[in-house]
């Protein structure tokens, strides 16, 4: 299992950590954290993150590969980088929590697939359109994993439709087949 | 005329609609002249990459070879989307700076006959080209009808000043690039300090109480600083604090109202345009009382005028109606 990820042609990893840096394309520089918490102080979903980045990445040194990929701390990511332009060491911190994401979903082992859904579900959309659908992936999204909220968001849909800012169709781009021989011949470089 | 070559991106073509809009009403005023990307695909934005790397690299890569290809006096590929912008960035440099990643990118962009130097484009957020390039005298000379007595909030976001640290054009934390435009037609630039905070991103649709916090200190930290408007230039951003305003509101039992504006549609509105031209009128929250605040008047709400008082909830359904797909001509045979 732990020699799996070695898409990024680098060399067999040895441990958690060297395993996440070999999946991270580009240096993410995680090896150069010095645990200040900084990024952690900085994160704006922090207070509802099972772990703060600096204890995500002190796990990750651990080899404490299950409860990092268990956790919801990628999950809660919201890409804003706040975090990466404080970190004292320059540790691109997103894409680390990229590497985690893909992770898990391959590993299937964050317990909540709401989140994972969601990316999926999403992109499932770019592979077959191209473009992104919001009014398909709104819907699907809130029939599989939010019926309970579905009355609370009927205003921010009925909205969207009719100030004409959601389509209920999809658009297609003209060479679709091209993107998705793309796709696919990147999607074979990973798991090579 | 210079020339850039534009990617619009998703969103634009929908839920920031307006945005576009604007942008299409105001480039020509600029002395500008806009090239759309040819067959363009999604960025992918930040989920695509949650599953896949290199697929996540070689989908940004296509639309920067597709760009290369469009580059004819110009190199520059502007995007307006945050996200966008940051992707197509973010992808061009890292392939540059990576010998590895290029590699894997190309040899995917192969299997579709494309490819891409890194470096071919130069990727511009619309911002920094009116700011840095167009300039704001040239913005100041078009300015007719002067934002005069209204407050702004300029709201900037998360991606656009991170995270690139060769390309960076403004500062990460407290960027002054919008402060400086809004001043320049006129507006009371209010000195916002959660101007580069998160609005949500995508937490709207995985975990709503978060998203809600989110969106909650940005409306009620521009509303105590007595702010008319928040100014935004980011789609992500427009929707979770306009879109997502009223179900926060309810959430916490508060009551703020707080119009979320395009820094595209107040140009446009300072240059003397038509609210209905830059897609004004398109937001959940009212800016009409905002905007009469610089002289600017326009229509009620389609239900305000539709229905004249009193009116039964009944007869305003039937004649409205639920929204419902539509064909062409499907207007004139219910007539």
């Given amino acids: ?179 998705q021989a793309i796709l696919a011949r990147a999607i074979e470089l990973e798991v090579a | 005329m210079p020339k850039y070559i534009f990617y619009p991106g998703c969103s634009m073509q929908r839920s920031a609609r307006p945005y576009l809009d604007s942008l299409m009403a105001i480039h020509e005023l600029l002395g500008i002249e806009l090239e759309e990307v040819q067959d363009w695909n999604c960025c992918g934005a930040t989920e695509y990459i949650a599953v896949h790397h290199i697929a996540a690299y070689s989908l940004i890569g296509r639309n920067l070879a597709l760009a290369a290809r469009q580059v004819n006096g110009t190199h520059t590929l502007m995007a307006a989307c945050s996200a966008c912008y940051l992707n197509l960035a973010k992808t061009d440099s890292y392939m540059q700076n990576d010998p590895t990643l290029n590699q894997q ?16 484009v130069q990727i511009r957020h619309l911002l920094d080209l009116i700011v840095n390039d167009i300039g704001l005298d040239t913005v100041k000379s078009r300015v007719v009808r002067p934002l005069q007595g209204l407050r702004v909030a300029p709201y900037y976001g998360c991606m656009i000043a991170r995270p690139d640290r060769v390309h960076r054009w403004d500062n990460v934390e407290h960027p002054l690039a919008l402060d400086r435009l809004m001043q320049a037609l006129g507006a009371e630039v209010i000195d916002f300090p959660l101007k580069t905070h998160c609005c949500g991103g995508h937490m709207t649709q995985i975990n709503l109480p978060v998203a809600y916090e989110l969106i909650r200190r940005l409306i009620h930290g521009a509303v105590q600083y007595r702010a008319d408007v928040i100014v935004t230039l980011c789609p992500m951003c427009q929707l979770n604090l306009d879109a997502y305003q009223g179900e926060m509101n309810r959430y916490f039992h508060t009551g703020d109202q707080l119009p979320i504006l395009y820094f595209t549609q107040l140009m446009g509105l300072a240059f003397g345009l038509e609210p209905e031209a830059l897609g004004i009128g398109r937001e959940f929250v009212d800016a009409r009382p905002a905007l009469a605040r610089i002289g600017v008047e326009l229509p009620p709400p389609e239900e305000e005028k539709a229905a004249p008082a009193p009116r039964t909830r009944r007869a305003r359904k039937e004649k409205e109606g639920l929204p419902m797909p539509r064909m062409p001509g499907d207007e004139e045979a219910n007539r």
């Avoid at chain 1, 909220?149 to 209920?168: A, H």
Wanted: net charge neutral; glycine share 8%.
């Fill in chain 2, 105 to 120: 990118v190309n040899t995917a962009l192969a299997a579709g006959g494309l490819q891409y130097t890194p470096g071919s």
């Fill in chain 1, 1 to 179: 299992m732990a020699a799996a990820l070695t898409s990024h042609g680098k060399s067999a990893p040895a441990s958690f950590l060297e395993e996440v840096l070999a999946a991270t394309p580009g240096d993410s520089r995680l090896g150069m954290c010095i645990q200040c918490g900084t990024c952690g102080g900085s994160c704006p979903a922090a207070a509802d993150m099972d772990h703060t980045p600096r204890q995500i990445f002190a796990m990750i040194r651990a080899d404490m590969r299950d409860a990092v990929l268990g956790s919801n701390t990628p999950w809660h990511c919201v890409s804003c980088y706040y975090c990466t332009v404080r970190c004292p060491q320059e540790v691109h911190i997103p894409d680390v929590m990229y590497t985690l994401k893909s992770m898990a979903i391959r590993e299937k082992l964050y317990d909540d697939s709401t989140a994972p859904d969601f990316s999926q579900t999403f992109i499932g959309y770019i592979e077959n359109y191209g473009r992104s659908f919001e009014f398909g992936l709104a819907t699907r999204h809130h029939l599989k994993h939010r019926l309970t909220q579905i009355p609370s968001m009927v205003p921010v849909g009925l909205g969207m439709l009719t100030k004409g800012r959601m389509d209920l169709t999809p658009h297609k781009i003209e060479k679709v087949e091209q993107l």
